[in-house]
């Protein structure tokens, strides 16, 4: 069955980076677009990134371009969100999907001084 694993979050400070992974399985994961969203406490779930299955398309939310890098590495079935100059607004359990069907159980990124 399909499995994504998050990993990588953690209580950081303003300014300071993350690197989070997503571990995919059960299923063959070069075909896929690969997606992280992200839901703030009493927010709606929003999309972050998105990648295509060929890595040559890229996708980001107006709020982390510039500062965030979504990639893949389908030797490992993973993917992963490089998330840089971190603000207390980034603040939020972080999901990665396949096309919005399957989800991971989410990791938590608090970006706090």
């Known amino acids: 069955q399909v499995q994504l694993v998050e990993s990588g979050g953690g209580l950081v400070q303003p300014g300071e980076s993350l690197r989070l992974s997503c571990a995919a399985s059960g299923f063959t994961f070069s075909n896929y677009d690969m997606y992280w969203y992200r839901q703030a406490p009493g927010k709606e779930r929003e999309l972050v990134a998105r990648i295509s299955w060929t890595s040559r398309t890229l996708n980001y939310a107006a709020s982390v371009k510039g500062r965030f890098t979504i990639s893949r590495d389908n030797a490992k079935n993973t993917v992963y969100l490089q998330m840089n100059s971190l603000r207390p607004e980034d603040t939020a359990v972080y999901y990665c999907?396949?096309?919005?069907?399957?989800w991971g159980q989410g990791t938590q990124v608090t970006v706090s001084s």
């Open positions: 999907s396949r096309s919005g069907e399957y």
